[in-house]
């Protein structure tokens, strides 16, 4: 069982729309994460969300942490090319004493010019 | 600063054998994690090294092992390779090791990932 689901899986649009990736879970994170994955690279982190209802802006990006905290969403306005990548959310949970990150299975976004 | 490297960056193997890969980590940093991505399954975690003891685990067989040398370098080993270890295996490192006591997730840093093929 997925503990972080993200949806849509996959979205290709063309240069300029807008577009919304939802992360959603049963369960109350302390705080969310959000990565982008280009090709061939490992996760980038771009931002933390750790407080209920929290919005935060990056540029065209978007990130809203849910007033229950377990969901969030990010916002990408006047999508362009190189926004292209493997968009993960991502949650600390507690297991064992230690603490470890779980991640979504990603939303896939392709931008075309 | 560095980025975390991960060697290698492309590995061919067949059933049965055996690899170790290497992470090293940016520099200062002392925990190092291991991720294991697959299309079907996402991005999941392996386990964590802080100071050369293994600090979480995830939900893996024990073919999967890891180590943790003094100057924080990580190297991951899967024994009697199966074709569904083919993935992408990904560490990261990060800085602060009070973040779990004091309740906030710290920034982890990604290297490149080392791609393992299992024919």
């Known amino acids: 069982t997925q503990l972080l689901e993200q949806s849509p899986q996959f979205l290709s649009i063309q240069e300029g729309e807008n577009l919304t990736v939802y992360c959603n879970s049963s369960?109350?994170?302390?705080?969310l994460q959000w990565y982008r994955q280009e090709p061939g690279e490992g996760p980038v982190l771009l931002v933390t969300v750790v407080t209920g209802g929290e919005v935060k802006k990056l540029k065209r990006l978007t990130f809203q942490f849910g007033d229950a905290r377990k969901d969030s969403s990010l916002h990408i306005t006047a999508a362009q090319p190189g926004d292209t990548g493997l968009y993960l959310c991502a949650g600390p949970i507690t297991q064992g004493g230690s603490e470890k990150l779980v991640f979504g299975k990603g939303m896939k976004l392709t931008v075309n010019p | 600063k560095a980025g975390v490297t991960q060697t290698p960056r492309y590995l061919i193997k067949t059933r049965g054998q055996q690899v170790t890969l290497s992470c090293s980590p940016i520099?200062?940093?002392?925990?190092v994690s291991w991720y294991q991505q697959t299309p079907g399954q996402g991005l999941q975690f392996l386990f964590e090294y802080f100071s050369e003891t293994q600090r979480n685990k995830g939900n893996f067989p024990g073919r999967f092992s890891g180590r943790q040398f003094s100057n924080s370098r990580s190297e991951m080993n899967v024994s009697t390779l199966e074709l569904g270890d083919s993935a992408l295996y990904l560490c990261?490192?990060?800085?602060?090791?009070?973040?779990?006591?004091?309740?906030?997730?710290?920034?982890?840093?990604f290297g490149p990932g080392t791609r393992l093929t299992v024919l």
């Open positions: 990261a490192s990060s800085l602060d090791e009070l973040a779990p006591l004091l309740e906030y997730t710290d920034t982890q840093y």
């Open positions: 520099s200062g940093h002392r925990s």
């Open positions: 369960s109350v994170f302390s705080s």
